[in-house]
Structures are given as structure tokens and as C-alpha cells.
């Protein structure tokens, strides 16, 4: 189970660290050496910490635990490794490195499971059992970084999970990633996928840092979203674009539409025009995603020729269009699958 008495080190802040140097009586400027202790030269115990007081780390030794999640599996394929990591309380979770040319890209979960019941992912296939916490986040990236050698450069989280359903702890994350003195990953090099939490999307129109927002859409009515996305009966469209259009005013920061494409649901030519009727006059751009199929759902891919002219349709209409690349066609590359394969053993 996961401790209830110990606290893991990685689900700090930087603020929460210099708060606990002052409530012991020591200095505030330990948080800075202990961060990047933690996080630039990655010591995995409080006995490689050498420039701190032996009397302080015993207190955080009682107090905060320095501990790793379990690998149980790694698939790989070209330009792409997927990891299934277990969990304290033997619960399982993914994540996704993809080799690009501009860098390394690593693809985070939220959540063990998914309340958000999308029909075509196999996330949402398995009910959410709770949220992640803060440093179950941070350990995804940093364990991958040991493994890679190298550094990440970029974070996604569209992972296992509704990202803004686990609002707090998420925030957190991106605070600690962020920070210079932590693995200072740039804001810009960060995106959140949201499949349409309209509270939380006029909330993080209010964060200070400039993670980009892409939003989960995936069909361009709401007749077609209500079947295959059932949070469109809570936020309809009506209420949808116009909480992005406010993001867009306050933070002056183009957002991206994911689109996964579904053989057949949402890849007529027809939707395409909806589709650009529908996002004329924002700021954004449009992600097209070829769908990796899964065995447990129905939906199938669309093919290449019906990808393209439904792209040429979005270019047609001055729509800022991309086909996402393909990863991991050999590998459980669906969002959720190789956590789900586990599981159904």
C-alpha cells in the first residue's frame, strides 16, 4: 500500500522544501542544494548528500522516503520505448519515450485508470482507481532518464488518465520539472491534453507558466463527440470552445486539437468541413492521429488515402493542420494497453 506515515522526497516543490527547512529551524538555502542533489546529480539515498547536516537528513529520513517505482516491462520498436511501471501499492501505470530529431519525448500518466470513458481508448476501458500523486509523476520521467542515458527534453501528459481530473497534484508536477534547479524542463517543451474539463480549462488560463494546452477533440458535432466521448454531454461544444476561446484571450498561447482518426466515425470529408467551421477564427492547430487499434474495442484505423484528403480538406480551409507519426506499431501502443494486458492475466 502506499505509506501513509513517510512521504516520498519527489513529491516536494521547491517552495515545499524551503518550508521544511524553515519548520525545522535549518536554512532555507538547504532546499536548493537538496533539489539539485535530488534532481542534477540524482542520488538515490540520503547518504550520497554530502553538504548537509547529518542531524537534518535524519530528520527527512524519518519523514520522507527516497524510493523508485518498479519496471515490469519494456517494449520496444523504432524510435520508441513504452514502460509499464508498478506502483507501491501494485497498482500499474505507462509511460512512453519517443526519439524524435528535436529530442527525446516522454509521454506521462495522471491516473491508474480513466473516469472518462472515451469509447475508442482502452484507458478508459478500466475504471479509474485513483489519481496519481506528484512524485508518481515526476519518478516516471526521471527513471526513464536513467534508462535512456540521456536527457528529456520534452513532456506530454496524455498518458493513462484525465490529466485535469488530477488538477492539483498536476500542477505541482509541472512546478517541479520546470524549475531550473530541478529538471528545468522549458514550459514551452510541456503540454497537457485535456479530453474537455471546462472548469479546469478557464483555471489554467490563470497558471503562470506557458505549458501548452491540447484539447481531446476528436469529432466536430455534438451528436457524434456524445457517442464516443460521454464528457460532451456534461461540456457540449457551446460550452467547450468558448471556455478555449477565453484561454486563448488570457493567455495569448495557440492551443491544438487531437483527432484521433476513427475508420468510418469521424473521417468523412463532411466531418473534415464541420470540423473546420468549427475552430475558424482560433488560434490553433490541428493534430491529426492515425488510431492504434486494440483488440478489446471495435474501432479500426483509418486508412492513409482517407487521412490525407481529409487533411487537404483542413489545408483548404486555412486550418494549421499536422498528421502526428506514427510510433510503436509493433508494440501495445494504444494508450492503456499494455497496463490493460497485465491486468488480464
Avoid at 529551524?25 to 547529518?54: M, P
Amino acid at each position: 500500500m502506499v505509506c501513509d506515515k513517510m512521504k516520498n522526497i519527489y513529491g516536494l516543490s521547491y517552495e515545499d522544501l524551503e518550508k521544511v527547512f524553515l519548520d525545522i529551524g535549518s536554512k532555507k538555502f538547504h532546499a536548493e542544494q537538496l533539489f539539485r542533489w535530488l534532481y542534477e546529480k540524482r542520488v538515490e539515498s540520503y547518504e550520497e548528500v554530502t553538504n548537509i547536516k547529518k542531524e537534518v537528513l535524519d530528520y527527512l529520513k524519518k519523514e520522507y522516503i527516497i524510493n523508485r517505482l518498479s519496471i515490469v516491462d519494456v517494449q520496444e520498436d523504432i524510435d520508441v520505448s513504452k514502460y509499464l511501471f508498478e506502483l507501491d501499492d501494485g497498482e500499474h501505470i505507462e509511460a512512453v519515450l519517443m526519439r524524435h530529431d528535436y529530442g527525446n519525448s516522454v509521454c506521462i500518466s495522471s491516473q491508474v485508470g480513466c473516469n472518462m470513458g472515451c469509447k475508442f481508448c482502452e484507458s478508459g476501458r478500466r475504471k479509474k482507481v485513483r489519481n496519481l500523486e506528484t512524485y508518481e509523476m515526476v519518478l516516471q520521467l526521471l527513471m526513464i532518464e536513467k534508462l535512456l542515458g540521456k536527457r528529456i527534453s520534452h513532456v506530454v501528459v496524455m498518458g493513462i488518465g484525465e490529466p485535469f481530473d488530477n488538477y492539483d497534484n498536476l500542477i505541482k508536477f509541472f512546478s517541479i520539472i520546470n524549475h531550473p534547479k530541478g529538471m528545468a524542463i522549458g514550459a514551452r517543451h510541456i503540454t497537457v491534453s485535456t479530453c474537455g474539463l471546462v472548469p479546469k480549462i478557464l483555471e489554467f488560463s490563470e497558471f503562470p507558466l506557458q505549458i501548452n494546452l491540447a484539447i481531446s477533440l476528436h469529432a466536430p458535432n455534438n451528436e457524434l463527440r456524445n457517442e464516443i466521448m460521454p464528457i460532451n454531454k456534461v461540456y457540449p461544444l457551446e460550452k467547450l470552445i468558448p471556455a478555449i476561446k477565453v484561454y486563448l484571450e488570457r493567455t495569448n498561447r495557440r492551443v491544438t486539437f487531437e483527432y484521433i482518426m476513427l475508420k468510418d466515425i469521424n473521417d468523412s470529408l463532411e466531418c473534415a468541413n464541420e470540423l473546420a467551421k468549427l475552430i475558424q477564427n482560433i488560434n490553433c492547430y490541428v493534430n491529426l492521429i492515425p488510431y492504434n487499434e486494440t483488440n478489446n474495442l471495435g474501432y479500426k484505423r483509418t486508412n492513409t488515402i482517407q487521412i490525407m484528403r481529409f487533411y487537404d480538406i483542413l489545408k483548404k480551409n486555412n486550418v494549421n493542420v499536422t498528421i502526428r507519426r506514427e510510433f510503436g506499431g509493433k508494440i501495445s501502443a494504444a494508450c492503456g494497453q499494455l497496463r490493460s494486458k497485465k491486468e488480464d492475466l
